[in-house]
Antibody, heavy 121, light 112 residues
Framework: QVQLVQSGAEVKKPGASVKVSCKAS????????IHWVRQAPGQGLEWMGW????????RYAQKFQGRVTLTRDTSVTTAYMELSSLTSDDTAAYYC??????????????WGQGTLVTVSS | DIVMTQSPLSLPVIPGEPASISCRSS???????????LDWYLQKPGQAPQLLIY???NRASGVPDRFSGSGSGTDFTLKISRVEAEDVGVYYC?????????FGPGTKVDIK
């Protein structure tokens, strides 16, 4: 069955970086985009960007441009999200989600369980 | 950026009764390919969001047929024909026409 399993919770100091992984299984990894969406405590959902798992092409929300890097390793069917220069505003649950690269539209049919990143001094 | 709004933001429901959530976008979500790029998600307490509706009116695999999506252009509606207790949570619409994809603020549905 399709699964996206994310790495565990992280606690970081302001100014540091965090790298979250998203291990995919149960489907052809290279046929899907991986998107990253975050959710601050008690808040709504915010799209950060996507990576094409085959080509490695990326698209980032302008808000995160220069601070976020999406990568993937097809040999281990894993996508990564690295966010740098962390501030307390980056405290959030970070989700990965897949989207069929070849279907019309964009929709996230499977999600990871979320990774809580806490930024605190 | 495309701005998404939802109403109401809070919706107390009675099991067995219908419910409806409205979503509006600041510009048309009609793609040149004829599809409308609007999706709906439900986030149950303590869980990741789950896909309900894609391309405005297509029910995702495994989603009960009491859920339906409609609308076009800038105005969309999610309807639940008969609410069940398991339907509580926060419902989000999201536009996926252009990046950055933007979500509505969410509608919290709970049992009255």
């Amino acid at each position: 069955q399709v699964q996206l399993v994310q790495s565990g919770a992280e606690v970081k100091k302001p100014g540091a970086s965090v790298k979250v992984s998203c291990k995919a299984s149960g489907y052809t990894f290279t046929g899907f985009h991986i998107h990253w969406v975050r959710q601050a405590p008690g808040q709504g959902l915010e799209w950060m960007g996507w990576i094409h798992s085959n080509s490695g092409d990326t698209r980032y929300a302008q808000k995160f441009q220069g601070r976020v890097t999406l990568t993937r390793d097809t040999s281990v069917t894993t996508a990564y999200m690295e966010l740098s220069s962390l501030t307390s505003d980056d405290t959030a649950a970070y989700y990965c989600a897949r989207d069929d690269s070849y279907a019309p539209g964009t929709y996230f049919d499977y999600w990871g369980q979320g990774t809580l990143v806490t930024v605190s001094s | 950026d495309i701005v998404m709004t939802q109403s109401p933001l809070s919706l107390p429901v009675i099991p067995g009764e219908p419910a409806s959530i409205s979503c509006r976008s600041s510009q048309s979500l009609l793609h040149s390919n004829g599809y409308t790029y609007l999706d709906w998600y439900l986030q149950k307490p303590g869980q990741a969001p789950q896909l309900l509706i894609y391309l405005a009116s297509n029910r995702a695999s495994g989603v009960p047929d009491r859920f339906s999506g409609s609308g076009s252009g800038t105005d969309f509606t999610l309807k639940i024909s008969r609410v069940e207790a398991e339907d509580v949570g926060v419902y989000y619409c999201v536009q996926v026409l252009q990046t950055p994809y933007t979500f509505g603020p969410g509608t919290k549905v709970d049992i009255k």
